[in-house]
Structure formats: structure tokens, C-alpha cells
């Protein structure tokens, strides 16, 4: 069973920083799709942003520019790096690893870091 484990969350003011982490508990990082994902109180989950096996990047509109995705395949580490942080970035975000299988796909979630930034 794979773990993801994020870390990193916090309180900064707006226009601040962050680095999210996601360690991995085994070696997957580089075969799956990774993402993160935030839910805001009130709101569904949505993705933020990801990156493909092959290197693909994706971004939500509301934070391209100033979120910025990466991996270190061999320490098993996915980061978020998050600057010129709003209001609206309040959240709790969650790590998701992604892979193609039989009858659709397989998927594992982290348990969440929260993120608030106070204007």
C-alpha cells in the first residue's frame, strides 16, 4: 500500500511563501501522474496542479505564474512551491498519485496539509 505523507502547511500573510512537501513510502513518483489538490471550507476539491511520468505540467488558472510544481524521483518527493499567496489559497491541500490499470485507474490520496494566508 502506498502512503503519501505531505507536510509543509502553515500561516503566512498574503504575498508570502510556501513549500509544500509529499513523500512517497515507495518508489512511484516517477510512474504516476502526481498532483495536488485543495479544498477551501465550503468548496469541492479541486486540482491545483500536476505533473505527468512523462513531465507534463498542468496548472489552475488562479495559479499559474505563482505555483509551481516539481519532483525528485529519487528521494520520492513531490513539492508545491507557492508564492504571492492570497486569501483565496486558504485550503487544505492534499497529495494524489495517479496511474493507468485495469478497468480504469489507481490512486492514492495524502491526508491533507492546511494552508490558510490572512490578508
Known amino acids: 500500500q502506498v502512503q503519501l505523507e505531505e507536510s509543509g502547511g502553515g500561516s503566512v500573510q498574503a504575498g508570502g511563501s510556501l513549500r509544500l512537501s509529499c513523500a512517497a513510502s515507495?518508489?512511484?513518483?516517477?510512474?504516476?501522474?502526481m498532483a495536488w489538490y485543495r479544498q477551501a471550507p465550503g468548496k469541492q476539491r479541486e486540482l491545483v496542479a500536476s505533473?505527468?511520468?512523462?513531465?507534463?505540467?498542468r496548472y489552475e488558472d488562479s495559479v499559474k505564474g505563482r505555483f509551481t510544481i516539481s519532483r525528485a524521483n529519487a528521494r520520492n518527493v513531490v513539492y508545491l512551491d507557492m508564492s504571492g499567496l492570497k486569501p483565496e489559497d486558504t485550503a487544505v491541500y492534499y497529495c494524489?498519485?495517479?496511474?493507468?490499470?485495469?478497468?480504469?485507474?489507481?490512486?492514492?490520496w495524502g491526508q491533507g496539509t492546511l494552508v490558510t494566508v490572512s490578508s
Open positions: 494524489n498519485a495517479r496511474r493507468p490499470a485495469v478497468g480504469g485507474y489507481v490512486e492514492h
Open positions: 515507495r518508489s512511484i513518483i516517477s510512474s504516476n501522474t
Open positions: 505533473i505527468s511520468s512523462g513531465g507534463n505540467l
